[in-house]
């Protein structure tokens, strides 16, 4: 029996960076919208145009990059939003501008302040706007698994003739359970006349742990796209997880009526990207995509899988993507290949010299480091990116004194706008020395929220990446920084913070009352 296309629109880049200290620069995010395209994702939320001009930039280069995926752009139901969307996405071979308004009693009431019938009368001629500039419009209602159902059901019916083709019925709150928030998807399916001519869309939040188990009780009512993100990142407790909806249909196909498009062998890769990029670690346990997803422990689970592998597995590790980071490039290895493999990861060069200086970085790598994995060529672009944003502060050189008994001793020396500027400091351990050096100079008045190491690879020759997340003022940045020795990747972690910090915040789409 021929199954339904289930339309996977990854908001990783817009409701994913909505985590606080999850904002990634615009070049993070055109990185990542590549391997979405690889992973053949649908739609790509690149961002909310409006928010800030950094998000603007960010929409308008993924739509250049990306050709194969649609690219979206969220907008408050407003003119300006709308309009700003809608440039942003010009250049796209396929733009869809994703627009929304708060529909529940408590939001109408306390947020917008606004009676329903305005509410109506705002979502008709923001989607009206929207379809003069795209004919690919989609419409959300905000706070939808608590919206009365006689409303929704107008409100519905009123966008679509107005000409949105995909309605999303979020649960912003992640209020919903599975049985309820399916039975809102059957009923608005059978109460709007022109139900037909739209796609039902699931947009989950984890508050409950239910986003996943959410989204797929909906697609058994009708529903037949899921927006999510890589590691379940978001607001709060995050989205229904990219991979879990997808690998759950894949696994499922006995169960689930419809089938994604997506190339899951990529999930791992992009997993970590996605990790790397934002410092948000994944959980060792995280189905699909933690470290112990696929080891089986026991001895009696040992025993029963080498004797046939589906007694306790029911996925293969390598159709996710395990195992795809294979040892790839050494010492020895040419700029031929090193370009090659830099293309597979999706990162691409723009200028010879661009090349030139990954290839300077790979080789200094391999002197320090036999085996060069996927993960290390990975690092190596975010550290690279992150010294391309050094507007204020880059790291040149340290050195730091430790010995038993004593307070460990860093002096350092960085540039701060192009000059050089060295400065030294003892701390309770190597890595609280460097930062107290660093700060004797910046001053930047900002908190240290949190500071993370994870070895990018097995082994004590493994690159340490560093997250360096700081607040200040209501902002909240996180610094990467890379290095086969932590305390060096830690300075440049908490550079590269102070960096973004000076960068300025953003409107944030939620909080508006608009
Ligand atoms: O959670 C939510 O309601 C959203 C909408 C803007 C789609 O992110
Ligand atoms: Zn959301």
Not at 46 to 54: E, L, N, T, V
Not at 347 to 360: G, Q, V
Not at 414 to 429: A, I, N, R, W
């Amino acid at each position: 029996m021929s199954k339904d296309k289930l339309v996977i629109f990854d908001t990783t880049l817009r409701d994913g960076e909505q985590s606080p200290g999850a904002s990634m620069t615009k070049d993070e995010k055109v990185r990542i919208a590549k391997m979405l395209e690889k992973m053949r994702v649908d739609v790509i939320e690149a961002g909310f145009a409006i928010a800030s001009p950094g998000d603007f930039e960010s929409v308008k280069a993924v739509a250049d990059a990306v050709k194969d995926s649609t690219i979206c752009s969220l907008a408050r139901a407003v003119r300006p939003d709308i309009e700003r969307a809608g440039e942003a996405l010009k250049t796209a071979n396929s733009g869809r501008i994703h627009t929304f308004i708060a529909t529940s009693p408590i939001h109408m009431k306390y947020k917008l302040q606004m009676e329903p019938e305005q509410v109506l009368e705002q979502a008709v001629q923001a989607v009206t706007m929207a379809r003069n500039l795209t004919d690919d419009v989609e419409f959300s209602l905000e706070d939808g698994s608590r919206t009365e159902p006689e409303f929704m059901y107008r409100i519905i019916e009123a966008v679509i003739k107005a000409g949105a083709g995909t309605i999303n019925i979020p649960d912003t709150v992640g209020y919903g359970t599975p049985e309820e928030y399916g039975a809102i998807f059957n009923n608005v399916i059978n109460h709007v006349p022109n139900a037909d001519k739209a796609i039902f869309s699931t947009h989950c939040h984890n508050d409950l742990g239910l986003a996943v188990a959410n989204s797929l009780a909906a697609v058994m009512n009708g529903v037949r796209q899921v927006e999510c993100t890589i590691n379940g990142l978001g607001e709060r407790a995050g989205n229904a997880s990219l991979e879990e909806v997808v690998m759950a249909v894949n696994t499922r196909k006995d169960f689930y009526p419809v089938e994604s498009g997506i190339d899951t062998t990529h999930i791992v890769p992009t997993s970590r990207l996605v990790a790397s990029v934002t410092g948000f670690p994944v959980q060792p346990n995280k189905a699909i995509v933690g470290a112990n997803a696929f080891a089986h422990e026991s001895g009696i689970h040992q025993d029963g899988v080498l004797k046939h592998r589906e007694t306790y597995e029911i996925m293969k590790a390598e159709d996710v993507g395990w195992n795809t980071n294979k040892l790839v490039l050494g010492k020895h290895s040419g700029r031929a290949a090193v370009r090659a493999r830099f293309e597979d990861l999706g990162i691409t060069f723009e200028s010879p010299d661009a090349l030139n200086d990954a290839f300077k970085r790979f080789k200094e790598l391999a002197d320090k480091k036999h085996e060069i994995f996927d993960e290390d060529l990975q690092a190596l672009v975010s550290d690279a990116e992150a010294e391309s944003c050094a507007e204020i502060f880059s790291f040149e050189s340290m050195e730091v004194s430790c010995k038993t008994g004593q307070k460990p001793v860093a002096q350092l020396t960085f540039l701060k706008h192009g000059d050089p500027v060295t400065t030294q400091s003892d701390g309770s351990g190597p890595v609280d020395a460097v930062f107290k050096a660093i700060e004797k100079v910046a001053d930047s008045r900002s908190e240290l929220e949190l500071y993370s190491v994870n070895a990018i690879t097995a082994g004590t020759e493994a690159q340490g990446d560093v997250t360096v997340r700081l607040a200040r003022d209501g902002s909240i940045v996180n610094g990467v920084g890379a290095d086969t020795d932590v305390v060096a990747a830690s300075a440049k972690a908490y550079l590269h913070a102070l960096n973004l910090l000076e960068s300025g915040a953003k409107a944030h789409p939620q909080r508006d009352g608009v």
